[in-house]
């Protein structure tokens, strides 16, 4: 077990719907990441937070946005969702000391009917 | 061409067999390489962590960088059934560069 939860496990859902992932960060981790994980491209980074500021971004799609929580949990909303958002999403934590260290969760499935 | 590129294999060794897993990258700013274990419909976990060139031992595991070939291994002795799963390769520069590059992943399976 990592210590990075994220629920639901599993989201199903249709066309034009919005959905929001949670993520509880290892505790005294500040910093959290979210990654899509997909067939054909694999793991991608999306966005991180650090102690509730955005500090990096990568291929994250305007339909898509995050926020870090001052209890330190972090939500990523998907709005819009089309059929090519169906994928795993996995939230990271690292410690302060060390970002370069991400532990990973388990991951949410969303499936995009 | 990708920044991190992986051979997704898949690869299917006997009970025992050293493994090799091998990963290429383009930029020459990586300096910080992972491998992650992935098991089906888990999260990716960490496995080895490695700085700049050289070797990492951990029992059974065994990280190579070669930054002037711009080539990273992972090598597994005496593989165990338990040990079939994806292996990723991840990297960053790290300074204020964050995210880490993964490869695609390497889908191992160990025979007993």
């Known amino acids: 077990d990592s210590g990075v939860t994220q629920t639901p496990k599993h989201l199903i859902t249709a066309t034009g719907q919005r959905v929001t992932l949670r993520c509880s960060p290892r505790?005294?981790?500040?910093?959290v990441y979210w990654y899509q994980q997909s067939l054909d491209q694999g793991l991608q980074f999306l966005i991180q937070?650090?102690?509730?500021?955005?500090?990096a971004k990568g291929n994250i799609l305007e339909r898509f946005s995050a926020q870090q929580f001052p209890d330190l949990h972090s939500e990523l909303n998907l709005s819009s969702l089309e059929l090519g958002d169906s994928a795993l999403y996995f939230c990271?934590?690292?410690?302060?000391?060390?970002?370069?260290?991400?532990?990973f969760g388990a991951g949410t499935r969303l499936s995009v009917l | 061409q990708k920044e991190v590129e992986q051979d997704p294999g898949p690869l299917s060794v006997p009970e025992g067999a050293i493994v090799s897993l091998n990963c290429t990258y383009s930029n020459s700013a990586f300096q910080y390489f992972m491998w992650y274990r992935q098991y089906s419909r888990k999260g990716p976990e960490l496995l080895m962590y490695?700085?700049?060139?050289g070797n990492k031992e951990d029992g059974r595991f065994t990280a190579q960088v070669d930054k002037s070939s711009k080539y990273i291994s992972l090598f597994i002795r005496d593989s165990q059934p338990s040990d079939s799963a994806t292996y990723l390769c991840?990297?960053?520069?790290?300074?204020?560069?964050?995210?880490?590059?993964f490869g695609k992943g390497t889908l191992l399976t160990v025979n007993p």
């Open positions: 991840a990297m960053n520069s790290g300074g204020s560069n964050y995210k880490l590059t």
């Open positions: 490695t700085y700049s060139s």
């Open positions: 990271a934590s690292s410690p302060s000391t060390s970002t370069n260290i991400q532990y």
């Open positions: 937070y650090y102690n509730g500021e955005e500090r």
């Open positions: 505790s005294g981790d500040l910093s």
